[in-house]
């Protein structure tokens, strides 16, 4: 699904809205579009938290309010508790609330920017979803939290974010864009010495997500998470990039997954485009 290249590319947004990443991300792309930069258009933000149930979802929800932009939400965790159902099936039932919630809007893309809940196969083959993950391609699985363990754990020498196309099997489908970046060298280096001969297990217990090497890896991935997706996102808009079925393909309808973008991120500001 993608619009004509004289319309704007219509959004559908979700995200669980946990913390400062995700804001970043909606702010760039809804700046982006207000400056003329990406012709595009959030059609409506969709979230699986409700007001009151956490500082940051809350932030979220006052950013989204800010920009008068559309919102449903959803708490996953009061449908849960609520669930009366066979204990396996409250997913599939919240997916279909989800799909009930947003079925007034008409979206080309839909992109899945911190949002923590796996979707279903039913969902996924109803829209077009791309993923943003906070790994390069082949990179660790989970959350922002987990790979940044499993980083340290594995002594890596490189990250990366990646955006891949959701199919109905999960983590599985294409990649669309990525990039990568160090994580040694420079300002690193002196960090990694510190935590030598520890294990994350200890720093978990002690220092947790205020240990200065998870602090300054997470940090470098989200200057380059906003760029990266608005660049994305721009390709999709001017039709360098759709989706066809479980394929990405360019405007001529060949495969175009995969493109390495970091001299663009990396640059931070013009040419990068993919053909």
């Known amino acids: 699904m993608t619009a004509p ?4 590319l219509r959004l559908g ?4 809205g946990r913390g400062e990443g995700s804001r970043n991300l909606l702010r760039a792309v809804q700046e982006a579009i207000r400056a003329g930069d990406l012709r595009a258009r959030i059609e409506f933000v969709f979230m699986n938290r409700e ?10 929800i006052q950013l989204v309010r800010s920009y008068g932009l559309p919102l449903a939400a959803a708490s996953f965790r009061a449908y849960r508790r609520a669930w009366t159902g066979a204990p396996d099936a409250w997913r599939v039932a919240y997916d279909r609330e989800v799909a009930r919630l947003i079925a007034p809007y008409r979206v080309d893309l839909c992109i899945l ?3 923590l809940l796996i979707l279903g196969p039913e969902l996924v083959r109803q829209h077009s979803f791309v993923n943003l993950h906070p790994a390069a391609p082949g990179g660790p699985k989970g959350i922002w939290q987990e790979v940044i363990w499993q980083l340290i754990e594995q002594k890596a020498p490189h990250s990366g974010i990646t955006i891949f196309l959701c199919t109905p099997e999960v983590d599985a489908g294409p990649t669309v864009t990525y990039c990568t970046y160090p994580i040694r060298g ?10 030598e001969g520890r294990s994350v297990a200890d720093m ?3 220092e947790g997500e205020e240990l200065p090497l998870f602090k300054l890896i997470r940090q470098h991935g989200m200057r380059r998470e906003t760029p990266l997706i608005v ?4 390709a999709f808009a001017e039709g360098r990039a759709r989706i066809a079925g479980e394929r990405v393909v360019d405007g001529a309808g060949k495969p ?10 990396e640059r931070t500001k013009g040419g990068g485009r993919f053909a």
Do not use: I
């Open 231 to 234: 660049e994305t996102l721009r």
């Open 256 to 265: 175009a997954a995969g493109h390495d973008l970091t001299a663009f991120v």
């Open 204 to 206: 978990k217990a002690n």
């Open 5 to 8: 290249s004289t319309t704007p």
């Open 51 to 60: 007001q009151g149930e956490a500082d940051g979802s809350d932030a979220y």
């Open 186 to 195: 420079g300002e690193f280096d002196p960090l990694w010495r510190a935590v």
């Open 13 to 16: 947004w979700f995200s669980t």
């Open 113 to 115: 920017a911190g949002y």
